[in-house]
């Protein structure tokens, strides 16, 4: 882009943008070329439509030079947008944008649900062995071993729940 403005200084440049679709001449000091360049001109035209020359040239204007070319990249966004559709502009394509965000967190939600649906099922159907002591038999049988501390424990929710297996049983089947 730099080129182009020492080129035009010595007048073997072609004008930029802005200047050849408002038929004008292409001064050293313009304002539209470095961020509208000759062969980019339908950046300029959909700009100069929504804005018009006259108001991008004071905003350009009332800029400091460093912001200039982001405000340039906006106003090109904007009249695009509002090219393509002319009541919302860039706020349908955001609203839109929105919305599809809001869906798709509703729809992590329920998988979310659905996963946690899923290991409580997978939780209750755990098989309980039947307690096997009687009173005649004091030893325990192999299936109503102790349970230890780390066997006793699953993880939900990032909560640790202890499993009484002989309590469990008739909470289970009591619904």
């Excluded at 509703?106 to 209750?124: G, K, N, P």
Aim: glycine fraction near 4%; charged fraction near 20%; aromatic fraction near 6%.
């Amino acid at each position: 882009m730099k080129e182009n403005i020492g080129s035009r200084k010595q007048g073997a440049a072609s004008p930029c943008a802005a200047c050849k679709l408002l038929r004008r001449r292409c001064a050293h000091d313009c304002v539209f070329a470095p961020y509208f360049p000759a062969d980019e001109p339908q950046k300029f035209a959909s700009v100069h439509k929504v804005f018009g020359a006259s108001n991008v040239n004071k905003m350009l204007q009332e800029l400091p030079v460093h912001q200039r070319g982001d405000a340039v990249k906006s106003m090109v966004y904007e009249a695009n947008a509002r090219v393509r559709d002319p009541v919302y502009g860039c706020v349908g394509a955001i609203s839109s944008l929105q919305h599809q965000i809001d869906v798709l967190q509703t729809q992590l939600a329920l998988a979310q649900a659905e996963v946690v649906h899923m290991r409580m099922r997978e939780f209750s159907s755990i098989s309980i062995p039947p307690a096997t002591n009687s009173p005649e038999n004091d030893s325990p049988s192999p299936s109503s071993k102790l349970i230890t501390p780390s066997s006793q424990t699953k993880s939900f929710f990032n909560m640790d729940m202890v499993v009484d297996h002989a309590n469990m049983g008739d909470s289970l089947w009591s619904c």
